[in-house]
């Protein structure tokens, strides 16, 4: 994560304009006005977004889906994994562990406004 203010502007800057085709002058000025009033703390997360969205400007979804071969080894790979003797206790292990975080209120709300 770069420690320089500047660096950090224009790696933000860098990233989000190989995303979208806009006025870049308008994005550099509400990316720093962003930036500006955010907490020092906050600025790495700033950061980070805009290296995943380089990220996906770099690597389209379709390029990232395994090929039927490779899925067809992942379902396997699930199938002798969920077979073993223990994965039927572990998983409901793991689903209780889930209900209990959920009711002790220990989560957190997914606010989902975009399905690809």
Known sequence: ???????LQY???????T????QPIEYEKTII????RLP??????????ARFLEFQAKHPPSSLQPTELEQSDRDAQW???????????????MAQDA????????TTEIGITHVC
């Open 19 to 22: 995303k979208f085709e806009l």
């Open 79 to 93: 199938e002798a994994l969920l077979a073993q003797p223990q994965a039927k206790s572990r998983l409901r292990e």
């Open 33 to 36: 006005a962003i930036m500006r």
């Open 99 to 106: 209900r209990e975080e959920y009711t002790s209120g220990n």
């Open 1 to 7: 994560t770069p420690n320089d203010p500047i660096q």
């Open 40 to 49: 020092s703390e906050r600025l790495p997360y700033l950061v980070e977004f």
């Open 11 to 17: 790696a933000i800057i860098f990233a989000i304009m």
